[in-house]
């Protein structure tokens, strides 16, 4: 494929990497996953990146010239306007200059970085369901919750890059639980995937996961479904201060726990229209990403795409 | 002043329509202020406000070509766009032309139009506080709550122009006060100047104003700081709904029961910092308005000042 244009995505995550190259309508041509080792030091880890790139380009026997940029997801807060992974919280990992070292290697393409929320986001409205709307809301809800916001088309980010907190909306303030950020009652600490594996435990639901659950509840599980049902309704709380703020086009989410939507939706969408105000936010679309798995590649890929 | 150029403003709001003229450091050079007859026809109203900015011209002895262009505050849903007011709740009016109504009188200058919440916000950007941020988030505290938010120092109005409502988050799940919009639970029916005032009533405190309240807390009386105290713990998390969703660079509010900010700022403060995310929210400077009464009229002089 010599003359084919393509853009290399890595999505640098917290305990793997993947990287691979996607074409222009968003297919994926070649990937190549491997451990994200935190121990490592964090340029040590880009020069592994590298070499993987390189050889992934060899193996689909591209061109150099075919590469028109690379877009980098990292697991934490960026500074896309510097290139630089600020903190990484789970690997700790804190100002590495992502953008310098992979322009040692290639120096003539825009490469660009962003949070992998934010990158999700982005995917979304160059390749996904977002494509329709001007102004959404994106939502990971998997081990954690987060939020990544398009206005105008574009990635807005905060005054310090730290908009789309979704996952921090306190959704219970009395006896919420505790969250990882240190605060009570985040929407994480109850309907994330690790909190609906804490309901599962607390109810002697073995193996106590939110997958394990998912399919007990689709087997009529009384306690699963309740389960689901507290989950759907805190997330439908904190969709409801989003809109009422935003008043977005649509809400589209993704990750793990989403592919529970159906277990979900109904739940999410009754507390929903019983806190945002207006009939045109009371029927926003609460809609699940098609971009399936790889959503985090082609986010990565669609920091160019987004800018050609 | 033959070549002074001036901008008018048109505060129409629910009881009372303020008309003046403003210079380009936001100075009012002359205001003259007369009801709101919701029982007119709106074209009346508007003919009325053509008249009396004509005076008002005459008056400081400009002339017509001194003016830049007319501002109109509009309560309630408004598109700028077309400068039509799409529904005013009070007045009842409906799909007012207020653009092509002025424009028969004065064809050759813009004239723009704009909800009076987005529009204070805009006047705060050009005129007030806000000019130090690129992004915040304004609140008009009075007899109900509403909220503008400006992005990339832009007024940013949601997909359908709803964006912002912050007096219909829910700040209280259980049990919470019925609001005017039909939900429960609303930072509105818990925190705004008729909250407060109900409150008082429930007190037996009497006059069961929001200001009298004020005063008695300013002068110890225990009820009074509790009432105060409990608006300003629904504000806090209410703000930090917005906070954690926009990271915007700073909050600031004005409206009648702003003036009571130092009763309200400790209570606002504690409970936002304990349900955001990152130390640079919780640091997000909560200020109150320096525009004081005439806000609204600033902030329609603003509407054509931001694009000139």
Redesign the interface.
């Known amino acids: 494929m010599p003359n084919q244009k393509v853009v290399a995505g890595i999505d640098l995550g917290g305990t793997k990497t993947l990287i691979g190259l996607v074409d222009s309508t968003g297919k994926i041509l070649i990937t190549k996953q491997f451990p994200t080792n935190i121990h490592d030091h964090p340029k040590d880890h880009i020069e592994k990146c590298i070499k993987i790139l390189g050889d992934c380009i060899q193996k689909i026997s591209i061109n150099e010239d075919s590469l028109l940029g690379i877009g980098v997801n990292v697991p934490g807060l960026a500074d896309p306007k510097n290139g630089v992974l600020i903190h990484a919280p789970y690997s700790g990992w804190k100002n590495v200059q992502v953008k310098n070292y992979l322009q040692e290697r290639w120096s003539e393409i825009p490469i660009r970085i962003a949070n992998d929320v934010n990158s999700c986001a982005l995917g979304e409205l160059v390749f996904g369901k977002g494509k329709e709307?001007?102004?959404f809301l994106w939502v990971t809800i998997s081990t954690g919750i987060g939020?990544g916001?398009i206005?105008d088309r574009k990635v807005?980010?905060?005054?310090?890059?730290?908009?789309?907190?979704?996952g921090?909306?306190?959704v219970e303030?009395?006896n919420g639980n505790l969250c990882g950020?240190g605060?009570?009652?985040?929407l994480e600490a109850h309907a994330s995937g690790t909190a609906i594996a804490k309901m599962a435990e607390m109810e002697k639901i073995s193996p106590a996961t939110a997958k394990n659950v998912a399919e007990l509840a689709y087997n009529g599980n009384k306690i699963a479904l309740d389960i689901y049902r507290q989950a759907g309704e805190y997330i439908g709380?904190a969709f409801?201060?989003?809109a009422?703020?935003?008043?977005?086009?649509a809400i589209i989410i993704g990750g793990g726990v989403s592919l529970s939507f159906d277990l979900l939706e109904p739940h999410i969408r009754k507390t929903f229209r019983?806190?945002?105000?207006?009939e045109?936010?009371k029927n926003?679309p609460i809609l699940r990403t098609a971009l399936g798995y790889e959503a985090g590649l082609i986010g990565a890929a669609s920091l160019i795409y987004a800018n050609e």
Request: aromatic share 12%; glycine share 12%; proline share 2%.
């Open positions: 709307f001007n102004q939020g916001i206005i807005y980010e905060g005054e310090h890059f730290i908009a789309g907190e979704i921090h909306l306190v303030w009395e950020c605060n009570c009652g985040c709380r409801s201060y989003a009422n703020v935003l008043n977005p086009g019983s806190a945002v105000i207006d045109s936010n926003i």
